[in-house]
């Protein structure tokens, strides 16, 4: 497991843009399971919606991200710095509410030097709410 003093240590963001609390699982260059506790009190919540409270889609994406980046800090890469070079096949299938604990199962597709292709799968318990291929730069 990797707790959120060593995510700090691997990641450069912070609150209120650090979007994964915990690692549960991790496979070098394979796989990581992240989790991210949505509560009431995220920022993001204010405005999307004030009366109908649902987690941005795009946050979801950036969460699936930096478990990525945090796989690919395990996995060797050099660098904390993980830029977007791609979303594709994004898809968003239930919203995510304060309450929820976000499942973050992100896979390595493919690594060309500091270049990595991940597929990332959101969950809420055993529904999926999110999906998406992500390719990002890895930098220092």
Do not use: C
Not at 22 to 32: H, V
Not at 34 to 50: S, Y
Not at 112 to 133: H, T, Y
């Amino acid at each position: 497991m990797i707790d959120i003093v060593e995510i700090m240590g691997l990641l450069p963001h912070r609150y209120p843009m650090l979007l994964v609390d915990r690692i549960s699982e991790l496979i070098p260059n394979e796989k990581a399971i992240g989790e991210k506790n949505v509560t009431f009190n995220e920022p993001f919540f204010q405005g999307h919606f004030p009366n109908n409270p649902i987690m941005p889609g795009v946050l979801i994406i950036e969460a699936l991200a930096q478990v990525g980046g945090i796989l690919a800090s395990k996995s060797g890469a050099k660098g904390n710095q993980v830029y977007f070079m791609s979303i594709e096949r994004a898809k968003f299938r239930k919203p995510v509410l304060p309450g929820d604990k976000l499942i973050l199962d992100v896979r390595v597709l493919q690594t060309r030097g500091n270049v990595w292709r991940f597929s990332g799968n959101a969950f809420v318990g055993d529904k999926l709410v999110a999906e998406a291929e992500v390719t990002a730069m890895v930098m220092e």
